[in-house]
């Protein structure tokens, strides 16, 4: 099976722009979580999608929005990028939610000058 | 509230020498722990899970790590360690509730000298 795959692998924005990034589960795969990883801050949870609906959310302004299809494929969009938003951005999949050992894609790093 | 800690930032081995990674976690409910994997420019690898069948989990690559309640830890080892095993180490513990959040320990940077 393939893994996880996301689009794009690197990406450079100005301050005040907008990004999307996407991510494509393992085949069968339900669940999608999102995390955030810097230096300072370490891995950090974004949100979690199952069914096409957001299940949890992490402690982040509401400039960071996601959604799931019905192929359980997911994007995460952030407005109004800052500076503090360069990072590497990793998606998860499961097969469902809870438990379930979660496999990571390459990332996506973005850089806001 | 569930959290991890990873006790050292860096930890330095020679080549051939035991690998040890402590990881102390904190969870209110049995915890479901992992331990990934990250090198230079790539996502998480899943080393190992230990979901309450074993104490002692073995995973890819040699690791192992046992669990131990009366400690709530669950550090990683492994017997010999080899140039390649140098990387990035992180513990991991799955939110409470039915969630798909894992929260992560700050990571240990794993440097094999030669």
């Known amino acids: 099976k393939a893994g996880v795959t996301q689009t794009p692998r690197y990406l450079i924005k100005t301050r005040g722009q907008q990004v999307t990034l996407s991510c494509s589960p393992i085949s069968g795969h339900r669940s999608v979580s999102w995390y955030q990883q810097t230096p300072g801050q370490g891995l950090q949870f974004l949100f979690e999608y199952f069914s096409e609906t957001q299940r949890n959310k992490g402690n982040f302004p509401g400039r960071f929005s996601g959604r799931q299809f019905s192929n359980s494929r997911s994007e995460m969009n952030v407005s109004t990028l800052e500076l503090g938003d360069s990072a590497l951005y990793l998606c998860?999949?499961?097969?469902?939610?809870?438990?379930?050992?979660?496999?990571f894609g390459p990332g996506t790093r973005l850089l806001v000058l | 509230a569930q959290s991890v800690t990873q006790l050292g930032s860096h930890v330095s081995v020679s080549e051939g020498a035991l690998v040890l990674l402590r990881c102390n976690y904190s969870?209110?409910?049995?915890?479901?722990l992992f331990w990934y994997v990250q090198y230079p420019n790539q996502g998480l690898q899943l080393l190992l899970k230990y979901t309450s069948a074993a104490t002692l989990v073995k995973g890819i690559n040699g690791f192992e790590a046992e669990f131990k309640k009366s400690e709530t830890s669950f550090h990683l080892t492994k017997p010999s360690a080899h140039m390649s095993d140098a990387a990035e180490y992180f513990c991991?513990?799955?939110?409470?509730?039915?969630?798909?959040?894992?929260?992560f320990g700050q990571g240990t940077t794993l440097q094999v000298k030669p």
């Open positions: 998860a999949s499961s097969l469902e939610r809870g438990q379930e050992t979660q496999y």
């Open positions: 969870s209110s409910v049995p915890p479901y």
């Open positions: 991991a513990v799955v939110g409470s509730g039915n969630t798909g959040k894992l929260i």
